[in-house]
């Protein structure tokens, strides 16, 4: 009856980690075990290590239907590895639900976890996300926190047939919704297709940011090779659920911690993944912000060298024609590393301690439609590059892959929205002075605005234009688009209009030139005139209280990955 004891002396494992400060260490663990029996459990259950499992379900988030599922096939693969299991909630983030925008409270989230990461008695910890805020803040909280811990994340929903093509959120979402804008499609008809783009669990069933940011989670090392494009309703995603549940075990005898994991070479193996993907603009803010939990910098020039070299490989919506089931059954991760090997880093090690290179193997099948050659890519340059100029002295971001080549270089007349509100009562005015030809400027939407730095810049068409049969155009703002949208967009203006960048200074009828082959973005107005305007500019008014002042009190730019700056690690060598 010795672990009765309070006078025993208890490894630091299991319940007796982080305990209360009663000023008496070992009445505080008596306290917890004394808790902890209210709750059923056995003495011997309270002496195995324990395992904390991320539960990340809401009501309000479609994409995290299944966690109560797959916190119970992570609880079976703990309880026969002989550990503990101990779910815990965090806060949820699903995209279309939060107001003014997810990205407002990614940072909310990663504090969450690594708070309850930190704070609980835990040996490990499994993390479930999926909705395209929560991985990164998962991986951001574990960071920080640093404790051994395996990302599980819930999966892509399946296309869905429909009257002879197949449809799945959002990428098919907004190709319909545009072709409503132009009129081509009915109100009867879009309300049908709204119940159809989504009639599985899992989230959004195109490379968009989620499913980017499980590649990358796959890449870094953090989820185990070949568990993040299993479809959110097989079968083999809940054996993958137990088999995290299984490896946290193993990891409390082992342990490979995140600080291990994400190191400079697998964050530059993740951004040729990113390349190679086409895959989302808003992972490269977020894994620049994972990465600054570890004092690793992104730098966005080294970027385009990278992207210069990296083919694109995955022909998926939106860029491509496929969907996340046909990557998974095409090979998945598996068969993109194994044709990038010579590009990577091949020394990194994943969450088994393994190097990259003893995992790599020669798929024994690849789906080409899916999953290209390098002798036959989908483009032989990477997906995104960075654009720098007098318009963007820290970079901005143009997704090429989506893009049509046709606008990459022009220089033309600006129309500038001053902010969401602006852009909403003139995008469709009727006698809005707008040319297929002029460049649509959204300034005012970043991180540090009420805006919250939404899913804004891919601006809409002019219902005038879009009604003619104008499909693209060039649009350029100082927030983000949706991974899973497409079109001649530049995003991240760095500064932002709202911390004093330039962007904040243009006007309608400004010319602005954009060279993707120089990389370069420039706002062509006389330096004395940018001076007179910016005697006049005045920063915005900051909210009084709350997260909104958290925010505009710390919140850094998109170079920096709109992390909190109290929460960036110190810098390391790259």
Known sequence: MTHNSPKSSPQKQGLARNTANYGDSDFALYLRRSFAKSMGYSQAMLDRPVVGIVDTGSAYNNCHRTVPELVEAVKRGVLAAGGLPMPF???????????????????????????????????????IGGCDKTVPAQLMGAVSADIPAVQLVTGPMLATPFQGERLSACTDCRRYWAAYRAGTVSQERIGEIEGRLATTAGTCGVMGTASTMACIAETLGMIPLGHGSIPAVHADRLRAAEEAGALAVRLIENPVKPSQIITARSVENALRVLLALGGSTNALIHLTAIAGRRGVKVDLRHLNVLSDSTPVLVDLKPTGDGYMEDFHAAGGMPALLWELRDLLHQDTIDVTGVPLGQRLREPPFVDRRYIRHRDEPVSPVGGLVSLFGSLAPRGAILKRSAATPSLFEKESRALVFDGLEDLANRIDD????????????????????????????????????????????????????????????????????????????????????????????????????????????????????????????????????????VLRGSSVPS
């Open 89 to 127: 909630p965090t806060i949820s983030l699903c995209e279309p639900s939060l107001f003014p925008t997810s990205m407002h409270y990614r940072n909310l989230a990663a504090l969450d976890t690594e708070a309850m990461l930190t704070a609980q008695p835990m040996d490990a910890a499994v993390l």
């Open 430 to 565: 009727p006698t809005l002075d707008v040319s297929a030809d002029d460049i649509l400027v959204l300034k005012n939407a970043g991180s540090l605005t009420p805006a919250g730095m939404p899913e804004a810049g891919y601006l809409p068409i002019p219902s005038k234009l879009a009604r003619a049969g104008v499909k693209d155009m060039v649009r350029m703002s100082d927030c983000r688009m949706s991974g899973t949208a497409f079109g001649t967009i530049v995003l991240h203006i760095t500064p932002e209009a709202a911390a004093g960048g330039p962007l904040g200074l243009a006007e309608s009828g400004d010319r602005i030139r954009l060279s993707v082959k120089d990389r370069t973005l420039d706002l062509l107005v006389p330096a004395e005139e940018l001076e007179r305007r910016r005697d006049r500019w005045s920063p915005p008014t900051k909210p009084a209280r709350g997260w909104d002042r958290i925010i505009a009190d710390q919140v850094l730019q998109a170079d920096e990955g709109c992390d909190l700056a």
